[in-house]
């Protein structure tokens, strides 16, 4: 659920950025309980924000799921639902996220225990929405969930952004995937039925390196599709060299830039998958 701020900082909410959206609640068989908030209808994408929470950015993110014809469904693991990023603000909730039981951030071959709550949000989505299946996207801190929730078969349409779990220090992190063993050798065997799995990120992003690119090719093959964004020094469209966040913070909505064709090429990855029909032209 989401957080308040400490005491002296002052919390800047538009109450426009959640406007439409269903706010409610969901509990886990475990226990775990978050917010969710909802907006459009037809089958379900799960949209795992980023730190520092559902800032304005996840949230316009989220309609654009929503005007594509599927249901968005935003849980609120950490931070102010609708706040502006701002230093201080991402600071707390970076510190909040890496001492959370619920977040694996260092171990190389561990599934965070907040993916289980996720996965069975998947199924209670589906649920409720119908479909041939759930659509999950996760972002930076989150972006390797999606592969995690993979495991169960109701996730039929995962991306991965900026994959940046488990924190790339050292060699080994760096090409890690924040699953256990176990977990990924599911998700292979899904793989070698079908399940294609999207990841986003920028090429000069330390933060989810390219190592992790790598490995996840390796493993998964030709259903790996990785969409990598050249932010090299002079790139054309003039990505800093620090670019991270691909679909909100970092993108671009010019027509033909490649952050806006990766966010099409995104949409249209859940539309496919999840039996949503192309929008008239």
Request: glycine share 12%; hydrophobic share 40%; net charge neutral.
């Amino acid at each position: 659920m989401g957080h308040a701020a400490p005491r002296g900082i002052p919390i800047q909410i538009d109450p426009a950025v959640l406007e439409g959206f269903r706010k409610g609640t969901f509990r886990s068989s475990i226990g775990q309980t978050h917010d969710v908030y909802r907006i459009g209808s037809g089958p379900a994408v799960v949209v795992i924000h980023e730190v520092p929470g559902i800032t304005p950015l996840v949230a316009a993110f989220g309609r654009r799921v929503a005007a594509r014809g599927m249901t968005a469904v935003l849980p609120d693991l950490f931070g102010s639902a609708g706040r502006v990023p701002a230093g201080a603000y991402m600071a707390t909730s970076m510190a909040r996220a890496c001492v959370s039981r619920e977040f694996t951030v260092l171990a190389t071959n561990k599934t965070s225990p907040v993916i289980r709550y996720l996965r069975e949000l998947a199924v209670h989505e589906h649920h409720e929405c119908g479909g041939p299946g759930v659509g999950a996207v996760g972002m930076c801190l989150t972006g390797g969930f999606a592969l995690g929730m993979s495991v169960d078969p109701v996730v039929v349409a995962p991306v991965l952004s900026q994959p940046s779990l488990p924190l790339p220090v050292g060699a080994g992190r760096r090409r890690a995937l924040g699953i256990s063993d176990d977990d990924l050798e599911i998700v292979k065997a899904r793989s070698d039925d079908g399940l294609c799995v999207m990841g986003l990120r920028f090429t000069g992003d330390r933060k989810s390196p390219r190592e992790r690119f790598a490995r996840l090719r390796k493993e998964l093959g030709d259903n790996f599709v990785g969409v990598e964004i050249d932010s090299s020094e002079d790139n054309p469209w003039g990505y800093g060299a620090d670019a991270h966040s691909v679909l909100t913070e970092d993108y671009s909505d010019e027509p033909g830039s490649p952050t806006r064709r990766a966010l099409d090429d995104v949409l249209s990855f859940f539309a496919d998958r999840l039996g949503v029909a192309s929008p008239p032209p």
